[in-house]
Structures are given as structure tokens and as C-alpha cells.
């Protein structure tokens, strides 16, 4: 499985921008998916994750309310809208996938497979 993040750029406070991330092989459409976040300096932190089918999703506490998470298992895309920016969004946002066992949503150690990461910078 290969995962492809994009979407990423510089965006004043108050903004949106949606990222997406596009993954390989024939069955996406099993995978619970995952977005995580990294600042500079801070630990990479959970940020949104959909299960397979796109009806349940979790977010973060930090980005309820601002952030939508969805899938276009035709596609093979997972997206993250992201709206009402903020400059301590700015992180690079990684995807993930969860292809084999339990998933715990906001556990990193639940997924099999992680994109390269795209950069989102908000400015003030």
C-alpha cells in the first residue's frame, strides 16, 4: 500500500484548504484511514481517522467543529477539509491506513501504512 499526500500550502488564519490523500491497491475500500499531524518541535498528534466505509469518523478535540473528514472509495482518496485556520494548525499532516487488525482510531500504533506527509502552513 502507497499513500500519497497532497494539498498542502502557506493559508492566512481564517482560511480553508482541503488536503487529500491518494492510495494504491485493489482493496482501499477495507482500510480505516487516519490523518496525523506533526508541528515543529511537538510530537506527531492524531487529527482525524474514517472507517472503511466513510460513516464513522473521529476527530480531535482540537479541530471538532473546523475539520471534515472523507473518503471516495472510488477514488481511492481520502480527504481532510480543513476551515477556520488557525496558525497552530500549521504542521505537516500525514495519512495513514489501517489494513490488518484492531483499529483503535487515534492510536498510531493501529496503522500499517503512513504517506510522506504534506506541509500546511497558516500564517497570522
Known amino acids: 500500500v502507497q499513500l500519497q499526500a497532497s494539498g498542502g500550502g502557506l493559508v492566512q488564519a481564517g482560511g480553508s484548504l482541503r488536503i487529500s490523500c491518494a492510495a494504491s491497491g485493489r482493496t482501499f475500500s477495507s482500510y480505516n484511514m487516519g490523518w496525523f499531524r506533526q508541528a515543529p518541535g511537538k510530537e506527531r498528534e492524531f487529527v482525524s481517522a474514517?472507517?472503511?466505509?466513510?460513516?464513522?469518523?473521529y476527530y480531535a478535540d482540537s479541530v471538532k467543529g473546523r475539520f471534515t473528514v472523507s473518503r471516495d472509495n472510488a477514488k481511492n482518496t481520502v480527504y481532510l477539509q480543513m476551515n477556520s485556520l488557525k496558525p497552530e494548525d500549521t504542521a505537516v499532516y500525514y495519512c495513514?491506513?489501517?489494513?490488518?487488525?484492531?483499529?483503535?482510531?487515534?492510536?498510531?500504533?493501529?496503522?500499517?501504512?503512513w504517506g510522506q506527509g504534506t506541509l500546511v502552513t497558516v500564517s497570522s
Open positions: 474514517v472507517n472503511w466505509s466513510g460513516g464513522r469518523t
Open positions: 495513514a491506513a489501517a489494513v490488518t487488525g484492531a483499529w483503535s482510531p487515534r492510536g498510531e500504533t493501529s496503522y500499517d501504512y
